[in-house]
């Protein structure tokens, strides 16, 4: 099996966020980025379908120098070698969408594993289109998988109120989400064999982007809170208050 994994080079959850000069992207200054964390289950996921079945898996990051940092957790996790598509950082999804299929077109990929959505830009985009531009289907968010030797594929997804199971057949584009599995923790040993890794660099073509960051904005500061006083006392001033000020009750 020729199994590739897309990864994102992502700002830590805890990061306290900035907007940069530009006013219309993140401040990077003291930035600490991590492995997107709906890619690790896409690695796990291609790990595992690795161990059934046999075959490579290649982690693939569209991104300049800074993601192979990110690619190597990938690597120290047990995927066998890396791929960087060398590409200016500010592409949108399509973009990104784009160098991956132009990539891996001619690679003959027989699944394509992605995280269920970036956690910085949460655009859930580039499973979706990266299907589309091979001819490949693509299901996101599954929470269940089942491979047959013959390459037919059984999938399940969590849907309001329930679970929806589908079927396909390889190649395809698969997106993961929370559930899928618990993805293993780098070994020692793998984050030492990780180093000695290949990763692979190749430049995607030209792009320009479809959609422009116009303007980012923080959310607006909060009040500050209000002690209306203390115990059973303060009760019915509470009670007032969220009734005719805050108006949730
Ligand atoms: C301050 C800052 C600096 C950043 N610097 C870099 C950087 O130097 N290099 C970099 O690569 N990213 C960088 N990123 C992350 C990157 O900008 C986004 O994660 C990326 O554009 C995807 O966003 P999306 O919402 O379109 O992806 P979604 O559509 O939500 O992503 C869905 C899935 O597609 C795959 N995917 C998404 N992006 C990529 C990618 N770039 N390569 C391979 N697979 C991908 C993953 O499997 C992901 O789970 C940075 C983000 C911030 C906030």
């Given amino acids: 099996m020729n199994i590739f994994v897309c990864i994102s080079h992502v700002p830590d959850s805890t990061t306290k966020v900035r907007v940069g000069p530009s006013g219309k992207e993140i401040d990077e200054e003291g930035v600490t980025f991590i492995l997107n964390p709906y890619d690790e289950y896409a690695v796990e996921a291609a790990l595992q379908m690795k161990e059934k079945q046999g075959g490579e898996v290649t982690a693939v990051c569209v991104g300049n120098d800074a993601v192979k940092e990110t690619i190597r957790k990938a690597l120290a996790m047990g995927v066998d070698k890396g791929l960087l598509i060398k590409a200016e950082r500010s592409r949108d ?97 793998g984050i030492m064999a990780a180093k000695r890794k290949p990763i692979e660099e190749t430049e995607a073509a030209p792009y320009e982007n479809r959609v422009q960051v116009m303007e980012m904005r923080l959310p607006p500061a909060k009040d500050a809170g209000k002690i209306v006083g203390e115990g059973v006392d303060a009760v019915p001033e509470l009670v007032k208050l969220l009734h005719e000020e805050a108006k949730v009750i």
Wanted: glycine residues 12%; aromatic residues 6%; hydrophobic residues 35%.
């Fill in 93 to 189: 999804s399509f973009g990104i969408a784009h160098a991956i299929a132009d990539t891996l077109r001619d690679r003959s990929p027989d699944v394509i594993f992605c995280g269920k959505q970036s956690i910085d830009y949460d655009s859930s985009q580039v499973a979706g289109m990266l299907g589309e531009l091979l001819g490949f289907p693509s299901v996101s968010a599954i929470v269940g998988l089942e491979v047959d030797g013959d390459g037919n594929i059984t999938l399940e997804r969590d849907i309001e109120g329930g679970q929806e199971i589908s079927k396909t057949k390889l190649p395809a584009v698969l997106s993961t989400d929370k559930g899928l599995n618990e993805p293993r923790y780098p070994k020692l040993q």
